[in-house]
């Protein structure tokens, strides 16, 4: 097991901003955080990789608390949270670069190559990010966590920001991802992801967490 959360509260001072959750992930499963603004999701993925201590209840990530500073964390969580960090000097193809060197990862350059041409950058690829639009840094936020080797995907609303193209590209991908034995976490609004990727759905209320099968998930994000 990836993630296991049990009856795990999360939230801020002022306490839980949603029900507790029991969630699991698994290889070859992609499951989908949904729930209107504010239920909780980007504070319960910043739980589960260990950003912020859980209120109550246990998340395990590899069997142990997730630790993002440790070696084995960094080689198995390829995650994309809405932090905008960048290098302002580093080119797009740069970027990627530096990420797939610093993960080993064989033919590098043919690896970044292929996602700079996957994700549209083809014409920014010598760009530096203060040249690029918030939608194409975002695509190369999601293309770095592509360029690396990893066991589980953690994404936060992938969708923001991105053409309809694109999603569905990103909807292929996170097929794909499970099929070859990856995992996916994904928080998101986008029913085209919830119907096409997910394996499950964990929706988050005030009132409660409900498990849904991913068609009745698609269907409960269009009624939020
Ligand atoms: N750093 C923080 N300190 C205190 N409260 C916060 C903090 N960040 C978020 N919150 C509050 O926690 C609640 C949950 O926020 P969160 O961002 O997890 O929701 P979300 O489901 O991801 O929302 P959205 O769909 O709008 O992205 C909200 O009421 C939000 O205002």
Redesign the pocket.
């Known amino acids: 097991m990836l993630v296991n959360a049990r009856d795990l509260s999360v939230?801020?001072?002022?306490g839980p901003?949603c029900a507790p959750v029991t969630l699991t992930v698994a290889p070859g499963e992609a499951i989908a955080v949904i729930?209107?603004?504010?239920?909780?999701?980007?504070?319960?993925l910043r739980t589960v990789v260990g950003l912020q201590e859980p209120l109550a209840g246990t998340v395990d990530l590899l069997g142990a608390p997730a630790d993002p500073r440790t070696v084995e964390f960094r080689a198995a969580v390829a995650s994309v949270l809405g932090d905008d960090a960048f290098f302002p000097a580093l080119t797009v193809t740069e970027h990627l670069r530096l990420v797939a060197y610093g993960h080993g990862v064989d033919d590098a350059d043919g690896v970044v190559d292929d996602l700079v041409e996957e994700f549209g950058l083809t014409d920014r690829a010598d760009a530096l990010p203060s040249a690029l639009s918030s939608g194409q840094r975002r695509r190369v936020l999601l293309a770095a966590a592509f360029a690396r080797p990893r066991s589980l995907l953690v994404l936060d609303?992938p969708e923001q920001r991105l053409d309809s193209g694109m999603r569905n590209r990103l909807t292929d991908r996170l097929v794909e991802e499970r099929e070859d034995g990856g995992a996916v976490l994904v928080?998101t609004?986008d029913p085209v992801v919830v119907a096409g990727a997910a394996t499950a759905v964990v929706l988050?209320h005030e009132d409660g967490i409900r498990h849904l099968a991913p068609e009745a998930g698609a269907a409960a994000i269009e009624a939020l």
């Open positions: 939230g801020y001072g002022a901003v729930g209107a603004n504010g239920t909780g999701k980007s504070t319960l609303e928080a609004h988050l």
